[in-house]
């Protein structure tokens, strides 16, 4: 099945630790997203990347860092520089000559911090 | 940049009546504008969009309605069903915004029997 996988569904972080959400796609898509949504709010971009080795700021990109090493892949990391990471974590792409078209979501992971 | 205001933040309607979502756009060379639906834990899934060149697009249910000049569109979903419940987003890009969406806040939407 071609898709976008997020894993984990659910991740707890201590306060100060780093954390690693993972996004994988096999759709042979070139541009990848990374979105945070809080509760009543719409999506607000963190990342995007357009092709491999290559990344963009979003509107909320500080305490967050990204890395785009491999066309399937687009970690985000979530630093203790973030002050408020609790959040649920949504990955998006699209495919070749994407403007204008469908992005294609993951299911998310959700980030609490304890 | 680009601004998505999206109304009502809930909406309550009778299975079977209409529901009607409406978003606002600010930067006037927008020219994609999608509707996700996102039920509860999931990601959000494209259940329609249109383009500029387009006024109006229909699919069964479901149909968008764009006016450029007011630089508004707007979800209409017919013969609701409880499975309509749901979270809806509007969205907006450009073609040179290298693929970002800006999304208006969500609607959450309850259809009662």
């Known amino acids: 099945d071609g898709g976008i996988t997020q894993s984990p569904k659910y991740l707890f972080r201590k306060e100060g630790q780093n954390v690693t959400l993972s996004c994988e796609q096999n759709?042979?898509?070139?541009?990848m997203y990374w979105y945070r949504q809080d509760p009543g709010q719409g999506l607000r971009l963190i990342y995007y990347?357009?092709?491999?080795?290559?990344?963009q700021k979003g509107d909320i990109a500080e305490g967050y860092s990204v890395s785009r090493e491999k066309k399937e892949s687009f970690p985000l990391t979530v630093t203790s520089a973030q002050k408020n990471p609790t959040a649920f974590y949504l990955c998006?792409?699209?495919?070749?000559?994407?403007?204008?078209?469908?992005?294609?979501f993951g299911q998310g992971t959700r980030l609490t911090v304890v | 940049g680009e601004n998505v205001e999206q109304h009502p933040s809930t909406l309550s309607v009778q299975e079977g009546d209409s529901a009607v979502i409406k978003c606002t756009y600010s930067?006037?060379?927008?020219?994609?504008f999608p509707w996700y639906k996102q039920e509860l834990g999931k990601g959000p899934q494209l259940i329609i969009d249109?383009?500029?060149?387009?006024g109006e697009k229909k699919d069964q249910r479901i149909a968008v309605t764009l006016n450029k000049t007011a630089k508004h569109f707007s979800l209409h979903i017919t013969e609701t069903q409880p499975e309509d419940s749901a979270v809806y987003f509007c969205?907006?890009?450009?073609?040179?915004?290298?693929?970002?969406?800006?999304f208006g806040a969500g609607t959450q939407v309850v259809v009662t029997p």
């Open positions: 998006a792409s699209r495919p070749p000559g994407h403007v204008n078209t469908e992005a294609f």
């Open positions: 759709l042979n898509h070139d541009a």
């Open positions: 990347s357009q092709i491999v080795n290559d990344f």
């Open positions: 930067d006037s060379a927008s020219n994609y």
């Open positions: 249109i383009r500029s060149n387009v």
């Open positions: 969205a907006a890009s450009t073609v040179d915004s290298w693929g970002k969406l800006q």
